[in-house]
């Protein structure tokens, strides 16, 4: 055991040493992976969110220079392998292609987190935080801008939690939910070096030290919460608006099903008050292109009223839930806003 430059203690490496700080980086890449859709869980599991960089942090406060550099290529690397499996039914490249961007990424990250730990090591984490939701926001821009993976998105099911991206877009999120990962990832490099004792009355001394940082944060928690409540209730207060928008839509093709033409994407309708009863509407363009018609049932919310509709000149009766209406969208919809208004 012996100290280090900050005054950290630091235990004579090995070859155990390392090893356990490769299954901490995959762990890490574990909890990432879960904590968005893909083959763990379908829908993700949000709460892995938030511990997602706990064992990232930790070997980061430990590990030395030399190899820093290469735990950051190999995060990058398995971690992305892992989480963008599905990039194979594109192409075969695919799959290779973004485990390199991002393991290059983070062959440069990692030193700089390091960095700022070695120059801050009693609050490093707090200027962290701000380089991660900076690294974030860089890796959307430019010719390899991916946004895939940002972690304020694993949140998604916690309504009330994402509502503040009202004001302060997904990065308010992500600052949100990768706080506490690089506050305890710290701590759990601490207690793994030996500079904190496993007891009880250490871990207390830690959070005693930065009650500024972790109350803010419990503070603010609250705050967003109380936020996002107040937001939901009085969206749903609101009187359903009658004018239908379409969220997204795809001019993809997609295959059809046998004996039917192909499909022209999916198209998503942001307005999900109930219609109550049956209506037929025109889809328009901004540009005042008239759509063909569609038909809903009795009782169907607005969301997801359509799907997956044919091409221009072939109108076709489609069966969804307690959905069924009548479209026929051409592959000229893709760019422009459109609204759906009933005639």
């Known amino acids: 055991m012996f100290h280090d430059a900050n005054g950290l203690t630091q235990h004579t490496r090995n070859l155990r040493t390392y090893g356990s700080e490769v299954l901490l980086l995959l762990l890490s890449v574990l909890f990432f992976a879960a904590a968005f859709p893909g083959f763990l869980s379908v829908d993700g599991i949000g709460i892995f969110g938030f511990i997602a960089l706990i064992p990232l942090f930790a070997v980061i406060r430990n590990a030395p220079w030399k190899v820093v550099w290469f735990y950051g290529w190999f995060h990058g690397l398995t971690c992305y392998l892992v989480f963008n499996y599905w990039l194979a039914s594109f192409h075969p490249l695919a799959i290779f292609i973004s485990p390199l ?10 030193p700089l987190l390091k960095l700022t730990d070695r120059l801050f090591p009693s609050y490093g984490y707090l200027v962290q935080t701000v380089i991660w939701i900076a690294y974030e926001y860089l890796r959307t821009k ?40 690089i506050l305890l990832g710290n701590l759990l490099g601490d207690l793994i070096n030996g500079s904190i004792i496993w007891s009880r009355e250490e871990i207390l001394s830690f959070f005693k030290k930065h009650r500024i940082s972790w109350i803010s944060y419990i503070v603010l928690f609250i705050a967003v919460l109380i936020f996002g409540y107040v937001s939901i209730s009085m969206h749903e207060q609101q009187e359903p608006d009658r004018r239908w928008r379409i969220a997204s839509s795809s001019t993809m093709p997609t295959p059809g099903k046998a004996g039917s033409p192909p499909t022209s994407g999916t198209s998503m309708i942001s307005n999900g008050s109930p219609m109550q009863h049956s209506q037929t509407g025109t889809l328009r363009s901004s540009s005042g292109l008239r759509r063909p018609s569609y038909r809903q049932s009795t009782g169907m919310t607005t969301t997801r009223v359509i799907r997956r ?21 051409g592959t000229t919809m893709g760019g422009r806003r459109t609204s759906l208004s009933p005639r």
């Open 142 to 181: 430019g010719f390899f801008g991916y946004a895939y993976g940002i972690l304020g998105y694993s949140q998604y099911q916690f309504l009330p939690f994402i509502q503040i991206s009202s004001i302060f877009g997904i990065w308010g999120v992500t600052l949100m939910t990768v706080f506490p990962s």
């Open 101 to 110: 961007v991002f393991s290059t990424y983070m062959l440069v990250l990692f």
């Open 309 to 329: 509709c044919t091409d221009w000149s072939v109108s076709s009766s489609i069966s969804h839930k307690s959905c069924r209406y009548r479209c026929s969208l």
